[in-house]
């Protein structure tokens, strides 16, 4: 179900869980989202009993959503083609968008709640920078792509 979700095989999935593989920063904030619960547990922090917990119960909402649907909802599927349907691209312009709305308004907003969205982005900026970390040693295992190779040799 999981790999369906994040468009992955289960063979991936299976390395993932007995360490002989690492997620990407994209798949971990994907399930971040599947699973409901913050990327921080696909990063570095443990998953006690709550969290499984929580798990357990999500995954059981989900049964009970695609039973009472007859079938109609599958959050597999809606996963996989709300993932494959956006682009890092579309997100970020809807993320710049809804940002500059909330500060044009921030004048209205409650102190509280400004306080709120402050938090929220800055959790969101060390996410971010997590990723870009990941992304920079998945980088220097892997050595050039082939497109990278390709092109130096046309050179």
Do not use: C, H
């Amino acid at each position: 179900q999981v790999a369906k979700a994040l468009g992955v095989n289960r063979v991936t999935i299976a390395n993932w869980e007995a360490g002989t593989a690492k997620a990407s920063s994209s798949s971990r904030e994907k399930m971040s989202l599947y699973y409901g619960i913050g990327p921080e547990y696909f990063y570095d922090k443990e998953i006690d009993d709550n969290i499984k917990d929580m798990l357990y119960k999500s995954a059981e909402r989900a049964r009970k959503v695609v039973d009472m649907s007859r079938g109609e909802k599958n959050k597999e599927e809606d996963f996989q083609k709300l993932f494959t349907s956006t682009s890092f691209e579309s997100a970020m312009k809807k993320y710049m968008f809804a940002m500059k709305i909330m500060l044009a308004v921030a004048d209205e907003g409650e102190l509280e709640l400004l306080r709120t969205a402050y938090i929220i982005n800055k959790k969101m900026g060390e996410r971010l920078a997590a990723i870009i970390k990941l992304r920079e040693e998945e980088k220097q295992e892997k050595g050039p792509s082939l497109k990278e190779l390709l092109d130096k040799f046309e050179e």
